[in-house]
Protein backbone atom coordinates (compact mmCIF):
# COMPACT_ATOMS: atom_id res chain seq x y z
CA UNK A 1 0.00 0.00 0.00
CA UNK A 2 2.75 2.29 0.91
CA UNK A 3 4.71 1.77 -2.42
CA UNK A 4 1.60 2.13 -4.53
CA UNK A 5 0.90 5.57 -2.74
CA UNK A 6 4.33 7.09 -2.97
CA UNK A 7 5.22 5.85 -6.32
CA UNK A 8 1.88 7.80 -7.40
CA UNK A 9 2.43 10.68 -5.52
CA UNK A 10 5.66 10.87 -7.90
CA UNK A 11 3.56 9.92 -10.96
CA UNK A 12 1.05 12.48 -10.05
CA UNK A 13 3.77 15.35 -9.78
CA UNK A 14 5.58 14.53 -12.52
CA UNK A 15 2.30 14.19 -14.81
CA UNK A 16 1.21 18.05 -13.39
CA UNK A 17 4.91 19.02 -14.30
CA UNK A 18 4.52 17.79 -17.99
CA UNK A 19 6.61 14.94 -17.83
CA UNK A 20 3.99 12.10 -18.48
CA UNK A 21 2.27 12.16 -21.66
CA UNK A 22 -1.30 10.76 -21.60
CA UNK A 23 -3.56 10.25 -18.16
CA UNK A 24 -2.56 9.55 -14.92
CA UNK A 25 -5.23 7.20 -13.06
CA UNK A 26 -4.46 6.58 -9.46
CA UNK A 27 -5.40 4.32 -6.83
CA UNK A 28 -6.16 6.91 -3.51
CA UNK A 29 -8.38 4.82 -1.80
CA UNK A 30 -8.30 1.99 -2.97
CA UNK A 31 -5.13 0.50 -1.89
CA UNK A 32 -6.34 -1.89 0.69
CA UNK A 33 -8.58 -3.88 -1.26
CA UNK A 34 -5.82 -3.50 -4.37
CA UNK A 35 -3.59 -4.84 -2.27
CA UNK A 36 -5.18 -7.67 -0.60
CA UNK A 37 -6.32 -8.99 -3.74
CA UNK A 38 -2.71 -8.97 -5.21
CA UNK A 39 -1.40 -10.92 -2.19
CA UNK A 40 -4.05 -13.66 -2.18
CA UNK A 41 -2.79 -14.76 -5.60
CA UNK A 42 0.13 -16.89 -6.58
CA UNK A 43 2.32 -15.24 -9.43
CA UNK A 44 3.54 -17.77 -11.88
CA UNK A 45 0.23 -19.92 -11.20
CA UNK A 46 -3.07 -17.28 -11.04
CA UNK A 47 -4.37 -15.00 -13.16
CA UNK A 48 -4.82 -11.05 -12.21
CA UNK A 49 -6.08 -8.48 -14.58
CA UNK A 50 -5.23 -5.39 -12.71
CA UNK A 51 -7.11 -1.93 -13.32
CA UNK A 52 -6.49 1.61 -13.78
CA UNK A 53 -6.04 1.87 -9.62
CA UNK A 54 -4.30 -1.22 -8.75
CA UNK A 55 -0.92 -0.33 -8.29
CA UNK A 56 -0.89 -2.02 -5.27
CA UNK A 57 -2.37 -5.41 -6.25
CA UNK A 58 0.29 -5.37 -8.65
CA UNK A 59 2.85 -4.83 -6.38
CA UNK A 60 1.21 -7.39 -4.07
CA UNK A 61 1.52 -9.67 -6.97
CA UNK A 62 4.79 -9.12 -7.74
CA UNK A 63 5.13 -6.95 -10.62
CA UNK A 64 8.41 -4.57 -10.41
CA UNK A 65 8.44 -0.74 -9.82
CA UNK A 66 10.56 -0.22 -12.85
CA UNK A 67 8.03 -1.49 -14.92
CA UNK A 68 5.42 1.19 -13.87
CA UNK A 69 8.23 3.85 -14.07
CA UNK A 70 9.25 2.81 -17.40
CA UNK A 71 5.80 2.45 -18.42
CA UNK A 72 5.02 6.22 -17.85
CA UNK A 73 7.94 7.92 -18.71
CA UNK A 74 7.72 5.82 -22.37
CA UNK A 75 10.93 4.07 -21.93
CA UNK A 76 11.47 1.48 -24.73
CA UNK A 77 12.81 -0.70 -22.12
CA UNK A 78 9.43 -1.49 -20.53
CA UNK A 79 6.85 -4.17 -20.45
CA UNK A 80 5.05 -2.02 -23.50
CA UNK A 81 8.20 -0.49 -25.34
CA UNK A 82 6.94 3.24 -24.53
CA UNK A 83 3.89 2.26 -27.39
CA UNK A 84 0.71 1.52 -25.10
CA UNK A 85 -0.57 5.37 -24.14
CA UNK A 86 1.39 4.55 -20.39
CA UNK A 87 -1.33 2.81 -18.35
CA UNK A 88 -2.14 -0.78 -20.23
CA UNK A 89 0.75 -2.57 -19.26
CA UNK A 90 1.20 -6.15 -18.69
CA UNK A 91 3.02 -9.53 -18.48
CA UNK A 92 1.19 -12.32 -19.98
CA UNK A 93 3.86 -14.74 -19.36
CA UNK A 94 3.65 -14.18 -15.28
CA UNK A 95 -0.36 -14.77 -15.24
CA UNK A 96 -0.77 -10.54 -15.55
CA UNK A 97 -2.54 -9.77 -18.76
CA UNK A 98 -2.45 -6.27 -20.26
CA UNK A 99 -4.68 -3.86 -19.08
CA UNK A 100 -7.99 -3.13 -20.97
CA UNK A 101 -9.66 0.19 -20.68
CA UNK A 102 -12.82 -0.72 -21.48
CA UNK A 103 -14.89 -1.11 -18.60
CA UNK A 104 -15.30 -4.68 -17.62
CA UNK A 105 -13.69 -6.32 -20.35
CA UNK A 106 -11.04 -7.99 -18.27
CA UNK A 107 -14.09 -9.88 -16.85
CA UNK A 108 -14.75 -12.10 -19.53
CA UNK A 109 -11.21 -12.13 -20.20
CA UNK A 110 -9.95 -14.03 -16.94
CA UNK A 111 -13.03 -15.86 -17.67
CA UNK A 112 -11.61 -16.92 -21.20
CA UNK A 113 -8.16 -17.34 -19.89
CA UNK A 114 -9.67 -20.14 -16.93
CA UNK A 115 -11.85 -21.97 -19.47
CA UNK A 116 -8.47 -22.34 -21.34
CA UNK A 117 -6.91 -23.96 -18.73
CA UNK A 118 -10.00 -26.15 -18.25
CA UNK A 119 -9.71 -27.35 -21.88
CA UNK A 120 -5.69 -27.93 -21.15
CA UNK A 121 -6.43 -30.26 -17.83
CA UNK A 122 -4.57 -27.58 -16.43
CA UNK A 123 -7.03 -25.75 -13.48
CA UNK A 124 -6.93 -27.64 -10.68
CA UNK A 125 -5.76 -25.04 -7.85
CA UNK A 126 -5.58 -21.82 -10.34
CA UNK A 127 -7.54 -19.07 -9.34
CA UNK A 128 -8.25 -15.92 -11.99
CA UNK A 129 -9.13 -12.42 -10.62
CA UNK A 130 -9.85 -8.81 -11.61
CA UNK A 131 -10.93 -5.71 -9.76
CA UNK A 132 -13.15 -3.44 -11.07
CA UNK A 133 -15.15 -0.20 -10.54
CA UNK A 134 -19.02 -0.11 -9.32
CA UNK A 135 -19.45 1.44 -13.18
CA UNK A 136 -18.39 -2.13 -14.95
CA UNK A 137 -20.51 -3.98 -13.56
CA UNK A 138 -23.42 -2.10 -15.64
CA UNK A 139 -21.79 -3.10 -18.90
CA UNK A 140 -22.35 -5.93 -21.19
CA UNK A 141 -19.07 -7.64 -20.90
CA UNK A 142 -19.54 -7.98 -17.20
CA UNK A 143 -22.63 -9.58 -17.88
CA UNK A 144 -21.17 -11.91 -20.23
CA UNK A 145 -18.41 -12.78 -18.05
CA UNK A 146 -19.57 -13.72 -14.69
CA UNK A 147 -22.36 -15.51 -16.79
CA UNK A 148 -19.67 -18.07 -18.32
CA UNK A 149 -17.86 -17.97 -15.07
CA UNK A 150 -20.94 -18.69 -13.29
CA UNK A 151 -22.13 -21.66 -15.63
CA UNK A 152 -19.08 -22.97 -15.87
CA UNK A 153 -18.11 -22.41 -12.18
CA UNK A 154 -14.83 -21.61 -13.27
CA UNK A 155 -13.03 -20.01 -10.03
CA UNK A 156 -12.80 -16.71 -10.84
CA UNK A 157 -12.86 -13.55 -7.98
CA UNK A 158 -14.42 -10.46 -9.00
CA UNK A 159 -13.79 -7.66 -6.94
CA UNK A 160 -15.88 -4.62 -7.37
CA UNK A 161 -14.79 -1.32 -6.36
CA UNK A 162 -17.85 0.57 -5.38
CA UNK A 163 -16.30 3.91 -4.91
CA UNK A 164 -19.78 5.86 -5.20
CA UNK A 165 -19.19 7.11 -8.67
CA UNK A 166 -18.68 5.39 -12.61
CA UNK A 167 -16.77 8.60 -13.69
CA UNK A 168 -19.06 11.16 -12.04
CA UNK A 169 -22.23 9.58 -12.60
CA UNK A 170 -23.66 8.28 -8.58
CA UNK A 171 -24.75 5.13 -7.88
CA UNK A 172 -28.36 6.19 -7.43
CA UNK A 173 -28.19 7.38 -11.12
CA UNK A 174 -26.18 3.64 -12.41
CA UNK A 175 -27.89 1.11 -10.74
CA UNK A 176 -31.68 0.41 -9.28
CA UNK A 177 -30.41 -2.78 -6.63
CA UNK A 178 -30.27 -2.18 -3.22
CA UNK A 179 -26.71 -3.61 -3.27
CA UNK A 180 -24.39 -4.78 -5.94
CA UNK A 181 -23.92 -7.82 -3.42
CA UNK A 182 -28.36 -8.40 -4.89
CA UNK A 183 -26.05 -9.02 -8.77
CA UNK A 184 -24.30 -11.82 -7.42
CA UNK A 185 -26.84 -13.73 -6.27
CA UNK A 186 -28.56 -13.12 -9.55
CA UNK A 187 -25.79 -15.02 -11.02
CA UNK A 188 -25.94 -17.63 -9.01
CA UNK A 189 -22.41 -16.92 -7.71
CA UNK A 190 -21.35 -16.37 -3.97
CA UNK A 191 -21.42 -12.57 -3.18
CA UNK A 192 -19.69 -11.26 -0.36
CA UNK A 193 -19.53 -7.39 1.01
CA UNK A 194 -16.52 -5.52 3.17
CA UNK A 195 -15.00 -1.92 4.43
CA UNK A 196 -13.00 -0.82 1.70
CA UNK A 197 -11.18 1.29 3.91
CA UNK A 198 -10.58 -1.36 6.36
CA UNK A 199 -7.13 -3.37 5.61
CA UNK A 200 -7.71 -6.40 8.04
CA UNK A 201 -11.66 -7.00 7.33
CA UNK A 202 -10.36 -6.78 3.31
CA UNK A 203 -7.43 -9.85 3.99
CA UNK A 204 -10.23 -11.84 5.99
CA UNK A 205 -12.79 -10.91 3.44
CA UNK A 206 -11.03 -11.20 -0.39
CA UNK A 207 -8.41 -13.62 1.04
CA UNK A 208 -11.77 -15.92 2.14
CA UNK A 209 -12.90 -15.31 -1.48
CA UNK A 210 -9.68 -16.08 -2.98
CA UNK A 211 -9.75 -19.07 -1.35
CA UNK A 212 -13.01 -20.69 -2.16
CA UNK A 213 -12.68 -19.94 -5.67
CA UNK A 214 -9.41 -22.14 -5.31
CA UNK A 215 -11.07 -24.75 -3.69
CA UNK A 216 -13.76 -24.87 -6.33
CA UNK A 217 -16.69 -23.15 -4.77
CA UNK A 218 -17.15 -21.65 -7.85
CA UNK A 219 -16.72 -17.83 -9.17
CA UNK A 220 -16.89 -15.22 -5.87
CA UNK A 221 -17.67 -11.37 -6.00
CA UNK A 222 -16.63 -9.41 -3.39
CA UNK A 223 -18.32 -5.72 -3.07
CA UNK A 224 -15.86 -3.48 -1.23
CA UNK A 225 -17.31 0.31 -0.48
CA UNK A 226 -14.82 2.98 -0.56
CA UNK A 227 -14.48 6.54 -1.97
CA UNK A 228 -11.84 7.59 -4.35
CA UNK A 229 -9.07 10.20 -2.89
CA UNK A 230 -9.11 12.35 -5.87
CA UNK A 231 -10.51 12.53 -8.82
CA UNK A 232 -10.88 10.27 -11.98
CA UNK A 233 -7.90 10.97 -13.14
CA UNK A 234 -5.37 13.97 -12.61
CA UNK A 235 -7.02 15.64 -15.08
CA UNK A 236 -10.43 15.60 -13.09
CA UNK A 237 -10.61 17.79 -9.46
CA UNK A 238 -13.80 15.61 -8.48
CA UNK A 239 -15.62 18.60 -7.75
CA UNK A 240 -19.19 16.34 -8.26
CA UNK A 241 -18.57 14.17 -5.26
CA UNK A 242 -20.27 15.90 -2.44
CA UNK A 243 -18.44 17.19 0.96
CA UNK A 244 -20.53 15.63 2.94
CA UNK A 245 -19.07 12.12 1.61
CA UNK A 246 -15.74 13.14 1.51
CA UNK A 247 -15.94 13.82 5.37
CA UNK A 248 -17.96 10.21 6.03
CA UNK A 249 -16.84 7.23 7.10
CA UNK A 250 -15.85 6.19 3.37
CA UNK A 251 -14.19 9.56 2.76
CA UNK A 252 -11.26 8.07 5.27
CA UNK A 253 -7.68 6.72 4.32
CA UNK A 254 -7.31 3.72 4.00
CA UNK A 255 -3.35 3.67 4.67
CA UNK A 256 -3.82 5.60 8.05
CA UNK A 257 -6.47 3.23 9.15
CA UNK A 258 -3.79 0.29 8.36
CA UNK A 259 -0.83 2.40 9.73
CA UNK A 260 -3.19 2.41 13.31
CA UNK A 261 -4.31 -1.09 12.85
CA UNK A 262 -0.70 -2.93 12.20
CA UNK A 263 0.66 -0.98 15.74
CA UNK A 264 -2.46 -1.72 17.41
CA UNK A 265 -2.17 -5.70 16.74
CA UNK A 266 1.45 -5.42 17.27
CA UNK A 267 2.65 -5.71 13.73
CA UNK A 268 4.76 -2.90 13.41
CA UNK A 269 6.06 -0.66 15.36
CA UNK A 270 5.80 3.80 14.58
CA UNK A 271 9.69 3.24 13.77
CA UNK A 272 9.59 0.57 11.16
CA UNK A 273 6.40 2.52 9.86
CA UNK A 274 8.25 5.66 9.00
CA UNK A 275 11.51 2.97 7.92
CA UNK A 276 9.26 1.30 5.29
CA UNK A 277 8.00 5.27 4.12
CA UNK A 278 12.36 6.08 4.00
CA UNK A 279 13.03 3.02 1.85
CA UNK A 280 9.73 3.47 -0.08
CA UNK A 281 10.92 6.72 -1.27
CA UNK A 282 13.89 6.03 -2.32
CA UNK A 283 13.05 3.11 -4.44
CA UNK A 284 10.52 5.31 -6.20
CA UNK A 285 13.26 8.03 -6.57
CA UNK A 286 16.08 5.33 -8.18
CA UNK A 287 13.12 3.90 -10.53
CA UNK A 288 12.10 7.24 -12.11
CA UNK A 289 15.66 8.67 -12.31
CA UNK A 290 16.11 4.81 -13.78
CA UNK A 291 13.23 5.46 -16.59
CA UNK A 292 14.11 8.90 -17.15
CA UNK A 293 17.75 7.89 -18.56
CA UNK A 294 16.57 4.85 -20.79
CA UNK A 295 15.62 5.65 -24.67
CA UNK A 296 12.32 6.67 -25.99
CA UNK A 297 11.31 4.25 -28.83
CA UNK A 298 12.23 5.80 -32.45
CA UNK A 299 9.16 5.46 -35.18
CA UNK A 300 11.81 5.39 -37.63
CA UNK A 301 13.75 2.06 -36.64
CA UNK A 302 11.29 0.47 -34.05
CA UNK A 303 9.73 -3.00 -35.22
CA UNK A 304 6.02 -2.49 -34.89
CA UNK A 305 4.22 -5.15 -35.32
CA UNK A 306 2.93 -7.10 -32.45
CA UNK A 307 4.88 -9.16 -29.75
CA UNK A 308 2.47 -12.35 -30.24
CA UNK A 309 3.90 -12.27 -34.58
CA UNK A 310 7.14 -11.24 -34.44
CA UNK A 311 9.77 -13.69 -35.94
CA UNK A 312 12.42 -15.24 -33.84
Known amino acids: MLRARLLENKLSSLYKAGKIVGGVYLGRGQEAVSACL ?116 LPMVVVVANNGFAYSTPNDRQFACRDLVERARGYGIAGHAVDGTDLLACASVIGNAVARAREGHGPQMVVAQLLRLSGHGEHDDGSYVPDTMKAGHYGRDCIEVAMRQLVEHGFATVDELFAWQDETAEEVQRSVAQAQQEPLPDPYTDDWRALSTRLS
Open 38 to 153: GAALIQGKDFFAPLIRDQAGRDAFGEPMIDCTRTYLGSVLGPMRGRDGNIHRGRPSLGMPAMISHLGAQVPLIAGMLFAKRLKGELAGVVGATCIGDGATSTGAFHEGVNLAAMEK
